[in-house]
């Protein structure tokens, strides 16, 4: 990991625009094993009946894959939640955007996924001066080094407070 010179975090654990070094790398720490209860809520809540998801007959029967295929944008939303908790956790202001988003090979339930974040960019608001714009580069990858998810994501963060 890269950031600027001996950083003090925002006490929930998040850097600031300040400390963001455009070409720093993050592996974080944090790992998570997916499972079927993820994809059914996660497909529920968000009211998406695609078989490929939820319906494990269908799948064994239908597809290519012989099981369900854990739901693409829960994957999306795990992989910038395990970056958050190293990289922006209580700096945040919004995300602004997420693109180039690809998913190359599927993630099944039992897959534990780890995440790695670069930044590739990083600019003053032009609207905000107690804000900035980070440009992240985020990947997910399953156990056996596959890579699975991955996205381009502009952060509105937090500048210093004034001391």
Known sequence: MSVAQNPVPHWRGGFYFEDFVAGAHYRHRL?????????????????????????????????????????????????????VNDTTNGTTIANLGMTEVRFPNPL?????????????GKRKSKSRPDAGIVEFWHK????????????????FIRKRPAA
């Open 108 to 120: 099944f339930e039992g897959d534990t996924v780890s995440c790695t974040s670069d930044v590739i």
């Open 140 to 155: 997910a990858y399953k156990q056996d080094g596959k890579l699975v998810a991955e996205c381009k994501r502009q952060t």
């Open 31 to 83: 790992t998570r094993t997916v499972t079927q209860m993820d994809n059914m809520l996660f497909s529920n809540m968000t009211m998406n009946p695609q078989p490929l998801h939820v319906d494990a007959h269908f799948c064994a029967t239908e597809t290519e894959w012989g099981q369900p295929l854990m739901n693409s944008l829960f994957t999306l939303g795990l992989m910038i939640g395990v970056a």
